[in-house]
């Protein structure tokens, strides 16, 4: 006989930033019919930044997450320097870079030690009470202590530059708020060398786990899809400026040098009806066709080498590891790029550090009222591409305020990937459901390291499905908006 | 003497807090020398155990899943502390609170808005009409203000009650922001 419809709700998600759950569906055979990730928090910026000053919205906005609370003022100053029609100073634009890559180092180092670590080094069917950050330190100290220092080093120079850790005031529509000094410069490339160090132990560890476990890690989000990130005018990895790239999964590119600005005409948000989350696309591609990833391996996949020796050199490691002159495909080498990252991060965290224009300079602010009635500000996050867009009234009062976040647009991606996990373990309905099988699909949401603080900022435009359970777990009927 | 049993949990907030809390670096651990941390969002565990000790609570009442977690805490926990400026007055979570809730959620959803989350089976939660700081939820035994806390401060807290005393807050360490 066959076994009735039922579902597996894996709730909370753990290890990630923010509040999910996923469900794996199965059909009349017993068999996983789908996974899915659902959203449930809702917090409304969008809504009640109506109302507020442009200069305000980088400290409001930096409330959404207290993970990436830099990529916000960073995206929501650059906005604000559009309406204001301003052109920063030199000073101004690399300080507000330094703050970025510091963030970057901070955020990966989480997402590689503090959260995904435990999998790797512990292993998937570890105890779940000993699979994080302090079972970690119990069972290899000097690898946890080391990934503690190197999320603390990035931590530390945001609170040099921005006087405090999490959520600094710093950057402002006009520049930042304060220059750096000689002696804060100095203390900060004196850290560099022990980061540098971290840095590569990590990424020898991930280079020899993906070797140790060749194969097996084919199923966490392998599929070909569109990538896209910024990149400078030359090709070159970029974080807080350029233009957007788009590569498809045989490393063509299909479309170059995009203005950021003009994201609306690109990028498409597709309604699904079981899902808070919207799912953005490339628009000329169709839905889903035009279904792309961002982050860490979307970046890496789109630039055509970093632009530092370091990380250049890594990068072709990279991808002779990955078995392609192209691009990656699979999701399980988010981690392998995050900690590349972070390399490449430190490496241009030192070339600015060492160029004239970032220290002691008088000039780092300008100052103007507000001259446009719109902005747009665009950066890659750690997590992907951040757009910040307001419209604003003569006294600079946010009228409309439209937001897409990073996480928003690996939605799809994330759905197919814990669907590819939960087929391959559970092909058979026979399966014995373990712990470690729920812990590897939570796993494949890690690769992408989402942050759900971000993702649910939002208040317009949510599809929604809702989908009445019996008692018994059958679906009794499925309401859609 | 056994190990204090510590949790942190994340109700309607940015995670900010939880990230000043892994400020502590290598004061982790330590702490984890001293204390049992038996729940938090960095673990696995996924239901709030018996007999805590100490429960460190970010964010405010914003839905009724926020709302079931934290009286499932403080109905298991001895010291419950509101940790950081949306648990103790709401903050940036509480800014909807000017903006009608049905009327925002039927903007956005249309008319199933106002069923969202209703049914017993939804896996969603239902909106709090206005957002709680956690004290109008439930009793709170100490206030840690801060958007988010410093962890220095976090760890003097911590350190405080590992020495078996509730720790008072100088007018200096009491700031919000
Ligand atoms: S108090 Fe501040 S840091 Fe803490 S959750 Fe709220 S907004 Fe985030």
């Not at chain 1, 204001?84 to 955020?107: C, D, G, H, M, Y």
Request: net charge negative; hydrophobic share 40%.
């Amino acid at each position: 006989m066959a076994k009735p419809t039922r579902q597996i709700t894996i709730d909370p998600v753990t290890r990630i930033e923010g509040h999910a759950k996923i469900t794996i569906h199965f059909n009349d055979q017993g068999a996983v019919e789908d996974a899915r990730i659902h959203i449930t928090e809702f917090r409304g910026f969008e809504k009640f930044c109506e109302g507020r000053l442009v200069w305000e919205m980088p400290g409001i906005t930096s409330r959404i997450c207290g993970i990436c609370p830099v990529s916000h003022l960073l995206t929501s100053a650059k906005a604000g320097d559009d309406i204001l029609a301003v052109e920063i100073p030199k000073t101004a634009e690399n300080l507000r870079r330094v703050l970025n890559l510091a963030q970057w180092v901070q955020s990966h180092a989480l997402s590689f030690f503090h959260l995904s670590a435990p999998d790797l080094l512990l292993g998937f069917d570890a105890a779940p009470e000993k699979r994080n950050i302090f079972g970690l330190a119990e069972a290899h100290p000097e690898f946890a202590r080391k990934g503690i220092r190197l999320r603390k080093f990035g931590q530390e120079v945001i609170e040099d530059l921005g006087g405090r850790k999490i959520h600094p005031v710093y950057a402002v529509p006009g520049g930042v708020r304060a220059p750096l000094s000689v002696e804060t410069r100095d203390k900060i490339l004196a850290g560099l060398p022990e980061a540098y160090d971290i840095t590569s132990m990590g990424l020898e560890y991930i280079k020899a786990f993906i070797e140790t476990n060749h194969g097996k890690l084919d199923v966490f989000g392998n599929f070909p899809s569109l990538f896209m990130g910024h990149v400078t005018a030359e090709g070159a990895l970029e974080y807080y400026d350029g233009f957007l790239r788009v590569v498809d999964s045989g490393g063509n590119i299909v479309a170059d040098m995009l203005d950021p600005k003009k994201y609306n005409d690109y990028i498409s948000e597709k309604v699904e009806d079981w899902s808070y989350l919207k799912f953005p696309y490339y628009e000329p591609l169709g839905y889903p066709q035009g279904n792309y990833r961002v982050g860490p391996l979307a970046r890496l996949n789109v630039c055509s080498h970093t632009g530092s020796p370091k990380s250049d050199k890594e990068l072709l490691v990279f991808k002779q590891m990955a078995g392609t002159r192209n691009v990656v495909l699979n999701s399980f080498y988010y981690h392998y790029a995050r900690m590349l990252e972070v390399l490449f991060a430190l490496e241009r965290m030192e070339e600015l550090l060492t160029d004239p224009d970032t220290v002691n300079q008088e000039d780092y602010r300008a100052r103007a009222f507000s001259n446009k009635p719109h902005g747009v500000g665009a950066c890659e996050a750690p997590r992907g591409t951040l757009f910040h867009n307001y419209t604003v009234g003569r006294d600079g009062v946010i009228k409309h305020v439209d937001m897409v976040i990073a996480t928003g647009q690996n939605n799809l991606s994330m759905n197919r990937a814990i669907r590819q996990i939960a087929m391959h373990y559970i092909s058979d309905p026979e399966t014995e459901i373990t712990e470690g099988i729920l812990n590897r699909i939570e796993a494949g949401i890690r690769c992408f390291d989402p942050c759900l603080s971000c993702s649910t900022h939002a208040i317009g435009r949510m599809p929604m499905q809702v989908q009445y359970i019996g008692p018994d777990g059958t679906p009794l009927r499925t309401k859609r908006r | 003497m056994d190990k204090i049993r510590l949790a942190t949990a994340w109700l309607g907030g940015c995670s900010g807090c939880h990230m000043s809390f892994l400020d502590l670096d290598e004061r982790l651990i330590d702490l984890h020398g001293r204390a049992e941390v038996v729940f938090s969002p960095v673990m696995d565990v996924k239901r709030y155990p018996e007999n805590v000790d100490v429960a460190l609570v970010e964010g405010a009442v914003a839905n009724s899943d926020n709302r079931e977690l934290l009286e499932t805490i403080r109905a298991n926990t001895r010291i419950l502390i509101a940790f950081g400026d949306c648990a103790v007055n709401g903050n940036v979570t509480a800014m909807r609170n000017g903006i009608d809730r049905d009327e925002m959620l039927k903007q956005i959803y249309g008319d199933i808005g106002k069923e969202l989350g209703r049914s017993i089976y939804s896996p969603l939660p239902v909106l709090e009409e206005t957002v709680l700081p956690i004290n109008k939820v439930v009793t709170v035994d100490a206030f840690l203000p801060g958007c988010p806390p410093h962890a220095d401060l976090i760890w003097h807290v911590i350190t405080e009650l590992l020495e078996g005393r509730i720790p008072i807050l100088t007018e200096e360490q009491l700031k919000y922001g």
